[in-house]
């Protein structure tokens, strides 16, 4: 589930088509502006820290509940229970069921890496019910099969806050990874169908990487992670230069401005040649990271 503050709405009009940046583009007065601006969405997107005891209620009313320590600790022994059946190797000392345990009560909510803070997307995550983006927002079915399905939106005007829920897949790619070339070769179609669609709506990742795609275990695999991602309605040609992410492309390592989409087109590359390379450890096929 995301947080996402409801303070301004952003029309999604229809993407114009990009066109191959030139040389010369970098220095132009836009790209400045571009990066300035890359730079203020920075300052925009600062975290924010619900205090999520006070929307447990709300969430609830419209069917959903947040995790409990109890929860968490019964999930992981059902997990292992169903990997022993399968004479697979089980491990007890996972980060989740360890804070889990650390919880001084069994009805305490049980906060995952993600849930303490979350980031504010102004412009990205709250349209206006009167936009017809609010109504694909909704709609399952207008989300393509490699994006999670956004199941509900619970919203908190008095707080400009947002809660998205959204569909939880089982498995991150780092543990799930595919074992034969169909399995691969879907799954890099999956992740670049999941890439061209953030790109349609000038979303661009930014932090795209093995720990941060997520597989069903049916075939179907998605992005999730959105902390560092932008995005840039009214800017044709954006440039950035500052990013917090993973995997720099050349130009960002040299100082220089670089297009953003085409950052994520760099994070699909490296990415494709790490999880082409897996190694056996005791018939167990493990993703060199």
């Known amino acids: 589930m995301s947080a996402a503050s409801s303070s301004s709405h952003t029309p999604r009009p229809s993407p114009p088509r990009r066109t191959e940046a030139s040389d010369s583009d970098a220095d132009s ?8 601006s890359s730079i203020d969405e920075e300052a925009v997107n600062t975290r924010v ?11 609830a009313s419209r069917g959903f509940r947040l995790d409990t320590c109890k929860d968490v600790k019964e999930w992981y022994h059902q997990y292992w229970e169903t990997q022993a059946s399968e004479g697979r190797t089980v491990t007890k000392d996972l980060p989740g069921y360890l804070r889990a345990c650390r919880g001084q009560d069994e009805d305490e909510l049980c906060r995952d890496a993600g849930l303490p803070r979350v980031r ?24 393509p099969m490699d994006m999670l399905a956004v199941l509900d939106l619970v919203e908190v005007p008095k707080d400009e806050l947002a809660f998205i829920v959204m569909e939880e897949w089982p498995a991150p790619l780092t543990t799930a990874v595919p074992t034969n070339l169909g399995e691969y070769l879907n799954f890099l179609r999956h992740c670049i169908e999941h890439t061209a669609f953030m790109h349609m709506h000038h979303i ?13 275990i049916c075939g ?9 991602s932008m995005r840039f309605d009214s800017t044709p040609e954006p440039r950035i230069c500052h990013a917090r992410i993973a995997e720099l492309p050349p130009e960002m390592e040299r100082g220089e401005p ?32």
């Open 204 to 216: 661009a990742h930014l932090d795209i990487s093995p720990r941060n795609i997520v597989t069903d």
């Open 120 to 143: 504010r997307h102004p412009a990205t995550f709250m349209p206006d019910p009167a936009e017809p983006s609010h109504e694909s927002l909704h709609t399952e079915s207008s989300i």
């Open 258 to 289: 670089s297009d953003p989409y085409k950052v994520d087109v760099f994070g699909l590359g490296v990415m494709m040649l790490r999880t082409m390379k897996v190694r056996v450890d005791h018939g167990v096929i493990h993703l060199d990271r």
């Open 49 to 59: 820290s619900p205090n999520w005891c006070s929307y447990r209620c709300i969430i």
């Open 29 to 36: 007065d836009d790209d400045s502006l571009s990066c300035r």
């Open 220 to 228: 179907r695999y998605a992005c999730i992670d959105y902390e560092c």
